[in-house]
Each structure stands twice: as structure tokens, then as C-alpha cells.
């Protein structure tokens, strides 16, 4: 025989009360008693917590917003027409036969590609 019981001792004081009441029916019911109440506060959970997460992104949608390229590019109201006959002109009017080649100075350490 073991030394312990397996039953708890529960006094006469105890068993008319809510909660041995309640722990009678948790044994028998388990589900209705408490898995029920749990998922039905889950359920009503998200159902109230909707609108907040809603006023959350709403909140986080008004401080970012879509720019426009130009935004994006800082170019104002004031910048400079561009015609491509212009720019084209511009550009063959460089002297593009007039150049040296020079090496660009390498890190310490970092292979300058010479053999």
C-alpha cells in the first residue's frame, strides 16, 4: 500500500461549496467547462482586437507614404527643362579623343592587378 493516498482529502466543510461543485462537473465535462470558455475568449479576442490593430496600420500608413519619383529625386518645381537635341549636342562637343588613362590608387593590402 502506499503511503500517500491518491485522492486528495477534501474536508465536509468543502463540499458544498462553488468550487468542489465546479471541480465535479470539470471532471465529468471538461471541454464545456473549460476548453469552450477558453476558445470562445480567444474568438472574441480577435474580434475586439480587430479595430485596434486596424488604427495601427492606419496610423502607420499616414506617416509613410507613396513618393512620386520626383520626391524621390529632390526635384523641384524649379528645375531645368531638358531637351535631348541639347544634351546631345552637348555631349559630341566634348573632346572625347583628348583622354589618359590613370590608375585608380589601391588599398593596403588589396592586389592591384599587376603581374
Avoid at 468542489?20 to 470562445?40: D, E, K, Q
Avoid at 513618393?67 to 562637343?93: F, H
Wanted: net charge positive; proline share 5%.
Amino acid at each position: 500500500m502506499p503511503t500517500f493516498q491518491s485522492k486528495r482529502f477534501r474536508p465536509s466543510s468543502a463540499q458544498n461549496t462553488l468550487s468542489a461543485t465546479y471541480r465535479g462537473y470539470l471532471s465529468r465535462h471538461p471541454f464545456l467547462l473549460f476548453g469552450l470558455p477558453f476558445i470562445a475568449t480567444m474568438v472574441a479576442g480577435s474580434f475586439f482586437l480587430t479595430p485596434a490593430t486596424a488604427l495601427r496600420y492606419e496610423k502607420h500608413d499616414r506617416k509613410v507614404r507613396q513618393m512620386s519619383k520626383e520626391e524621390e529625386l529632390g526635384i523641384g518645381k524649379d528645375r531645368r527643362r531638358i531637351d535631348m537635341n541639347e544634351e546631345y549636342y552637348r555631349l559630341a562637343a566634348k573632346d572625347l579623343d583628348d583622354w589618359e588613362n590613370k590608375r585608380v590608387k589601391r588599398f593596403k593590402g588589396e592586389p592591384d592587378g599587376v603581374l
